[in-house]
């Protein structure tokens, strides 16, 4: 947890990253979820989710390539209290990048990590693809679906993001 000085005393502040391989879906889960959400050249989306006047969660939508958002990665990552990865749950082509962050995190951090496949209008589906090998899940990884235009679907994965978070305490 971090603090924030503000002109009504000292503010705790908890940092989540939404990393997705569609910009859009970051900017959608932000909307979904916070009051505003600013984009900043296209590359980062940031919104914040204010809890009370003691406590807020600030959302970063940063893009899947870590190098062309080194500064976004860079300024949050060290920090964070978890991740979000979302990607579409249909969309076969951008699977491969979806996956290759997941490893990426994976591999390196401790934060939970919340991977969320966007159904979008359809039925919440049971597909092959969970089950079959290819995304690595750790023990701070958790698989939803979601949809990314309900807000009661994005806040149920922010839960779930602050129960891991929970459960990692010793």
Request: net charge negative; hydrophobic share 40%.
């Amino acid at each position: 947890m971090n603090y924030l000085n503000s002109t009504n005393g000292t503010q705790k502040i908890g940092e989540i990253i939404i990393v997705s391989p569609s910009n859009d879906d970051n900017r959608k889960f932000i909307q979904a979820i916070c009051r505003q959400a600013v984009s900043v050249d296209h590359a980062v989306t940031y919104g914040e989710m204010e809890i009370n006047e003691n406590l807020s969660l600030y959302f970063y939508g940063i893009g899947y390539k870590r190098s062309q958002y080194n500064f976004a990665w860079e300024l949050v990552a060290k920090k964070v209290l978890g991740y979000v990865v979302l990607f579409n749950w249909f969309d076969d082509v951008l699977f491969p990048e979806t996956k290759e962050m997941i490893d990426f995190l994976a591999l390196r951090v401790e934060a939970p990590i919340i991977i969320a496949g966007d159904v979008q209008d359809h039925p919440f589906p049971v597909g092959q693809r969970i089950f079959q090998p290819g995304i690595t899940f750790s023990r701070q990884t958790k698989f939803m679906l979601c949809r990314l235009s309900e807000r009661t679907s994005v806040k149920k994965i922010v839960i779930s993001l602050l129960d891991a978070l929970i459960d990692q305490m010793p």
